[in-house]
């Protein structure tokens, strides 16, 4: 099985501009996690979706968005960027059970 | 609040000498434990999880309630146990949510 994709892998943007990342979770799974990962903060959990409903969310401002497709591919979109935004961003799909969670590789979002 | 704590950055031993990783959490229902762990140049990937009580790659932990800590374990280290560990607590049965709240993570690094 082909595990998750995560597109594109490295971004630079600038102060101001939005951002859209996608994920493609591994065939058959419905939920998609979305993480975010800096040194300061570590990996904190921005939000879920689940058969293009979003279940779950993390402590992050409006700016964070994201939405689900019926193929459950995800994407997630951050709007007015902050230089503080520059992090990876982790996606992770799963079914189950067990209900393991498998994560992508990552987007490295650079803001400038 | 709903939290796991790793006091260690930075474990450091040789190879054939046991490990302990250390993680507490903070969390008033019945959390599901994980250790997940990310190899050089790889995903992060899930090690082991407290319900399924078994023994990855020699590593073990055992969930104490009462010290509230899931510490993981090995007796002998070996060289490509090499990584970084992220203990991730679940917030409710991870059949229902795909939100994970990891720890700052420790660095393991296993010398010859």
């Known amino acids: 099985k082909a595990g998750v994709t995560q597109t594109p892998r490295y971004l630079i943007k600038t102060r101001g ?8 979770p591994i065939s058959g799974h419905r939920s998609v996690s979305w993480y975010q ?15 293009e409903t979003q279940r779950n969310k993390g402590n992050f401002p409006g700016r964070f968005s994201g939405r689900q497709f019926s193929n459950s591919r995800s994407e997630m979109n951050v709007s007015t960027l902050e230089l503080g935004d520059s992090a990876l961003y982790l996606c992770a799909s799963r079914a189950g059970p067990p209900y393991e969670q498998y994560f992508g ?3 490295r979002l650079t803001v400038t | 609040a709903q939290r796991v704590t790793q006091p260690e950055k930075l474990l450091s031993v040789f ?22 762990v990310q190899y ?21 932990a055992d969930l104490n309630k009462g010290e509230t800590s899931f510490h993981l374990k090995k007796p002998f280290a070996q060289e490509e146990d090499s990584a970084m560990y992220y203990c991730a607590l679940s917030p409710g049965l991870s059949s229902n ?5 990891f720890g700052q993570g420790t660095t393991l690094q296993v010398k010859p």
């Open chain 2, 97 to 101: 949510t795909g939100k994970l709240i």
């Open chain 1, 105 to 107: 590789p990552g987007t």
């Open chain 2, 40 to 60: 050089s140049r790889q995903r992060l990937q899930l090690l082991l999880r407290h319900i399924s009580r078994e023994s990855i790659k020699g590593f073990t």
């Open chain 1, 17 to 24: 501009q939005q951002v859209t990342l996608s994920c493609s």
């Open chain 2, 15 to 36: 190879k054939g000498a046991p490990v302990e990783l250390k993680c507490n959490y903070s969390y008033s229902g019945s959390p599901e434990l994980f250790w997940y």
């Open chain 1, 37 to 51: 990962q800096t040194p300061g903060q570590g990996l904190q959990f921005l939000f879920e979706y689940f058969s």
